[in-house]
């Protein structure tokens, strides 16, 4: 079970970087053309947000339970989080930055249902999605990063 909710953990990355891509061009195009706020805008919003959550909760279950979960495993003898480039990525820089991003996409949705002009709603919402955009590409375990690589897709 493990194995499989690894590879969801993994797949899901992919679903979304589209949603959020989509979710920038979105607000982008309504903050530059002034467009009315439409409810197929709020829609992949929605989708995105819902998507991150999902990875959200099989990254804490992989954090606490899976094969190198806190509560599962202990350090090596004399190995410090901090000094280790494999634990500090997977058990604080990992789970922060993503997490992080999460917050982010949360409260870009939320601009969706703010009582502000809808170019504020566009503009404010844009600028959340794209820092959270920029913390997932700095934090997933791409697979040429040193150490911490992982496949591009489940199993490969
Ligand atoms: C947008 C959010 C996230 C994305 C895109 C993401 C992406 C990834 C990817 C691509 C992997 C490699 C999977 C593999 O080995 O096949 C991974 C591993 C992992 N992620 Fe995330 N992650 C996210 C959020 C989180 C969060 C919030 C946590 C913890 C609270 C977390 C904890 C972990 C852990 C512990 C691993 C390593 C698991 C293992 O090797 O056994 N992730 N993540």
Redesign the pocket.
């Known amino acids: 079970m493990?194995t499989g909710l690894?590879?969801l953990?993994?797949l899901?990355?992919w679903i979304?970087?589209v949603l959020l891509i989509a979710s920038i061009a979105i607000a982008f195009s309504g903050w530059q053309n002034k467009k009315p706020f439409t409810a197929g805008a709020k829609r992949i919003w929605l989708f995105t947000l819902i998507f991150?959550h999902l990875?959200?909760v099989?990254?804490?279950y992989?954090?606490l339970w899976?094969?190198?979960?806190m509560l599962k495993t202990t350090l090596p003898e004399g190995v410090s989080i901090m000094k280790n480039k494999f634990y500090r990525f997977?058990?604080v820089e990992?789970?922060s930055f993503?997490?992080i991003?999460?917050i982010l996409i949360t409260l870009g949705y939320r601009m969706s249902k703010k009582p502000v002009p809808d170019v504020v709603k566009y503009k404010r919402a844009f600028w959340m999605f794209v820092v959270a955009l920029l913390m997932?590409l700095l934090?997933?375990?791409w697979p040429f990063r040193e150490v911490v690589a992982?496949?591009w897709f489940?199993g490969m």
């Not at 899976?66 to 979960?69: E, K, V």
């Open positions: 493990d690894l590879h953990h993994n899901l990355r979304i970087l991150s990875t959200l099989l990254g804490l992989q954090w899976g094969r190198y979960g997977f058990w990992h789970p993503m997490i991003a999460i997932i934090a997933v375990p992982r496949p489940p």
